[in-house]
């Protein structure tokens, strides 16, 4: 028990000082200091890894979907719709209901699959992070997070199976609605119970992870591209191209099961919340007698934290309340719901639609490849890595919110791009580089704000409510992925 309170001493430090204590704890934080070099250190960075690797595994699935619409437009078009045989297909090219293959600009969306895919992939989200809320208190993590990534190899494996069968535009569309369904209700649960994890770990773990999903999308679109520059036939192309998450998904399986065996992970994972909450404690007395102007009693305060000495009345920790930490975090909550939901309003239901206004040669196919998805995952990765490096605005800053909500001048923005068939608005940004400065906005302003608001909320609550604060973001942070799944079908409705 010594032990662990010199190796715990250098964490009250350092809450002291940021709340402003005086000198007599800045003092005291150099000694407390030394005694936590004695902790466990994250060798060869093997922590930091494996929560990369968990961020990218969490986001794959749902990457992998969205990049794959040309895939799945041509599966669901008609025989009637091609526009050509081809023998050297690619990505863009699917077989129709006779069996050949088809090629072309992607494919009209007859069937609204960029809308439905999106809200069909949101709600389960919402539901199933609601019901974890539940869940962590009768299933232990272990069975939660591999459970589910057993759950989504599996249906993954079912998707790239189909890729082979020949099914009608009409069941090949309900099959795979199904199959997004079920595998975002286990990413809810996954996502839900990482995040959990991630309360009890250091603040550069969250942006690491964080990073990881920012990188998923970027993994996505890289191997859609590479599949269609490959020139290999139509199956071959899907084929190769889902097998990827399957493979990423095992490996996410096989880090989560090292994990717990890391000491550096067993230290910060294994924390009592009792413990942590005496140590609170302790800080909230430095911070009381700093603010009653007593130095004396500041060092005194200081000296009884260094030895593990309750000093002052220490009570005992409570269960975490959602509603006590909801009202601590309730803006961060706002502002993750108002970021999604701009994001998903239009991205891919309406960016996905949006056609170069170059319509010879290969830039045409490419271009939402490029343009939409790559550009949007590189920007969004680098967006939320941002935030390894500064937090701004501050947690307590209503300039946040504010910021927050300008994104949602990209809606209009985008839809008076070159999207086709409009009925109600007029193309006004016709030129692909309109298209693409939006992009870059757009994606960079998503992934740092949903980092921010994510890395912020811990700030805002005690060590023992961490575990409950990442809960409720994530239930948020799938509210705005659901709201802005249902304003997709209205913006595109405004066309």
């Not at 250098?10 to 936590?36: F, I, P, T, W």
């Not at 199976?161 to 286990?186: E, G, H």
Request: proline fraction near 4%.
């Amino acid at each position: 028990m010594a032990r662990y309170n010199s190796q715990q001493s250098g964490y009250v430090s350092s809450v002291s000082l940021q709340s402003g204590c005086g000198a007599g704890a800045e003092a005291a934080s150099k000694d407390n200091r030394m005694g936590h070099k004695d902790a466990p250190k994250d060798l060869y960075h093997m922590v930091s890894i494996i929560f990369f690797i968990l961020g990218l595994g969490t986001l794959l699935p749902w990457n992998f979907f969205i990049t794959a619409i040309p895939y799945f437009l041509t599966r669901l078009a008609d025989s009637s719709s091609a526009v050509e045989d081809v023998g050297n297909a690619t990505m863009l090219e699917a077989r129709s209901t006779g069996g050949n293959a088809t090629v072309g600009p992607v494919a009209r969306d007859e069937f609204n699959f960029s809308n439905w895919m999106t809200l069909l992939s949101q709600l389960p989200l919402l539901l199933f992070t609601l019901l974890n809320s539940f869940l962590y208190q009768w299933i232990p993590d272990r069975v939660r997070i591999v459970g589910s990534m057993l759950g989504i190899l599996l249906l993954f494996i079912l998707t790239t199976v189909l890729v082979k069968l020949d099914m009608t535009p009409q069941n090949f569309f309900s099959v795979t609605m199904a199959t997004i369904w079920f595998i975002n209700s286990f990413c809810a649960i996954l996502q839900g119970s990482l995040f959990g994890l991630l309360g009890g770990m250091p603040q550069k773990y969250s942006s690491l992870f964080l990073s990881g999903q920012g990188m998923a999308g970027m993994l996505a679109a890289i191997a859609m591209l590479l599949s269609m520059a490959s020139g290999v036939d139509a199956q071959t192309s899907a084929l190769s191209y889902f097998v990827i998450p399957c493979i990423g998904t095992f490996i996410s399986i096989v880090c989560y099961l090292i994990l717990p065996h890391l000491e550096f992970a067993q230290y910060h994972l294994n924390k009592k919340p009792e413990q942590s909450y005496e140590l609170e404690t302790k800080a909230e007395l430095l911070q009381k007698e700093e603010k009653n102007g007593d130095l004396n009693e500041v060092k005194k305060a200081a000296v009884m934290v260094e030895n593990g000495t309750p000093y002052g009345t220490v009570k005992e920790p409570e269960k975490a309340s959602v509603f006590v930490v909801l009202k601590k975090i309730w803006m961060l909550a706002l502002c993750i719901v108002l970021a999604f939901g701009a994001t998903i309003a239009v991205f891919p239901a309406i960016t996905a639609s949006v056609q170069s206004s170059s319509t010879e040669g290969k830039w045409s196919v490419f271009f939402i490849p490029v343009c939409c998805f790559l550009l949007f995952n590189i920007m969004d990765w680098i967006g939320r890595s941002a935030t390894s490096f500064f937090l701004w605005p501050g947690q307590d800053s209503r300039l946040l919110p504010l910021l927050v909500c300008l994104r949602f001048v990209f809606v209009p923005l985008f839809m008076l791009c070159n999207v086709p068939d409009h009925y109600y608005l007029k193309v006004v940004f016709g030129q692909d580089a309109w298209f693409i400065i939006f992009m870059v906005l757009f994606a960079f302003s998503n992934g740092y704000f949903v980092s921010l608001t994510m890395c912020l909320a811990p700030r805002k609550v005690l060590s023992h409510e961490c575990e409950m604060a990442g809960a409720v973001m994530t239930f948020f942070l799938a509210l705005g992925l659901s709201t802005g799944a249902g304003l997709s079908f209205l913006f595109k409705a405004l066309l």
